[in-house]
Every structure is written in C-alpha cells, then in structure tokens.
T-cell receptor, first 114, second 112 residues
Framework: NAGVMQNPRHLVRRRGQEARLRCSPMKGHSHVYWYRQLPEEGLKFMVYLQKENIIDESGMPKERFSAEFPKEGPSILRIQQVVRGDSAAYFC????????????FGQGTRLTVV | GEDVEQSLFLSVREGDSSVINCTYTDSSSTYLYWYKQEPGAGLQLLTYIFSNMDMKQDQRLTVLLNKKDKHLSLRIADTQTGDSAIYFCAESMSTSYDKVIFGPGTSLSVIP
C-alpha cells in the first residue's frame, strides 16, 4: 500500500512562472490537506479538500494560489506567477475521514523560486 | 493567537535520554501530537495525548503534559542514531487536520 505520493520532490521555477504540485493520497483516502513550511517555521495549513470539493481554504493566500482534487487523479496545488516568497516546502496529507483518523503525510515538494 | 514553540536544535549522545520541549498558547487544545520527520520523508505520527491526561508512555517514548503551564515534552530513552530526525509538536482543538497547529520542529542530532 503506497503512502501519500507527492511529485515532484524538488521544483525550481523562475519568478513569474507557474508551479504545479501534485499529491496522490493513500489508496481509499478521500480527504486531502495541503500545508506550507517556511524555513524554521512549522507547517501552516493551507487548504482541505474532499473529492471535487474545497472544504476549508482559510489558509490559502487570496491571490495566485488554487487547489483542486478532481474525481479522478491527484490533488493539484497551483501557484501562478510565483515570487521568491513562495519558496518553501509544501506537504500534502490524506485521511479517509475528517474526524478520528490519522492523516498520513507525503514527503513534500520543495519549491525554489529563482 | 494560536502558537506552538519549540527550540530548533538538540544534540545528545547515543544511549542518553533526549527531552524535546514544546509550549503552546491555546488553552482549549484537546489533542497534542508529536510527529517525526526523517530526512527526505514525510511526517510520521509518533504519539499523541489528550488534554485530560498527564502522561503517556509507549516503549522508549514518554509524553508529559503540564496543562497549567501549557508545556508538552517528549522524552526518548536510550536514544539511538536512528532517532536523528526533526520532531514536530502540534496541537488541535479537534481531530480535523485543518485545525492542527504545528511547531517549527526540533532537529535532534544523535552523536555516536
């Protein structure tokens, strides 16, 4: 049973380009969470999705960031027109319910904006 | 506001005990977690404690909670080189993962 898979592991983008981060949840999991970790800071919640629905996006920046979790395929975190401040590690976690269940984390995608 | 604080680095000798400390600000926190992140890996849930407990022990791991001081600690007995990792403290009012607040992580280095 493969764990949560994120790709790419490392992503380098020039300022102004788009970044697409992918997260395949564990098999059978329908809940996905995205977090961002800046250097020497804890993981900060960004968005919580269930299949085809955004449940909580209170941690998402208002502009340039979007997330989706389609019926088929991985969850995508999309950052348009990246800036240097977007450089961070982005972690995805999945669970099979939103309560009383452990969430399993992926290895993260380290985004570097040059 | 909600905040979780940890010291960033800890170094111990193999065989000694490690104690990783954490403070949190939200007195309504119900669940307190310790996660481990090995190099290149995702976060792995090590253990958790409910706020109505003072202590939880699981093999080499002991979690102590001082709710009055909002202080949580993780003690690793007989620390091994394989314990070298980043340890994240986290707190939440619920088990829903959009409500979990993470600390910055403590990087534990075990010296052979």
């Amino acid at each position: 049973n493969a764990g949560v898979m994120q790709n790419p592991r490392h992503l380098v983008r020039r300022r102004g380009q788009e970044a697409r981060l992918r997260c395949s949840p564990m098999k059978g999991h329908s809940h996905v969470y995205w977090y961002r970790q800046l250097p020497e800071e804890g993981l900060k919640f960004m968005v919580y999705l269930q299949k085809e629905n955004i449940i909580d996006e209170s941690g998402m920046p208002k502009e340039r960031f979007s997330a989706e979790f389609p019926k088929e395929g991985p969850s995508i975190l999309r950052i348009q027109q990246v800036v240097r401040g977007d450089s961070a590690a982005y972690f995805c976690a999945s669970s099979d319910q939103d309560l009383n269940t452990e969430a399993f984390f992926g290895q993260g995608t380290r985004l570097t904006v040059v | 506001g909600e905040d979780v604080e940890q010291s960033l680095f800890l170094s111990v000798r193999e065989g000694d005990s490690s104690v990783i400390n954490c403070t949190y600000t939200d007195s309504s926190s119900t669940y307190l977690y310790w996660y481990k992140q090995e190099p290149g890996a995702g976060l792995q849930l090590l253990t958790y404690i409910f706020s109505n407990m003072d202590m939880k022990q699981d093999q080499r791991l002991t979690v102590l909670l001082n709710k009055k001081d909002k202080h949580l600690s993780l003690r690793i007995a007989d620390t091994q080189t394989g314990d070298s990792a980043i340890y994240f403290c986290a707190e939440s009012m619920s088990t829903s993962y959009d409500k979990v607040i993470f600390g910055p992580g403590t990087s534990l280095s075990v010296i052979p």
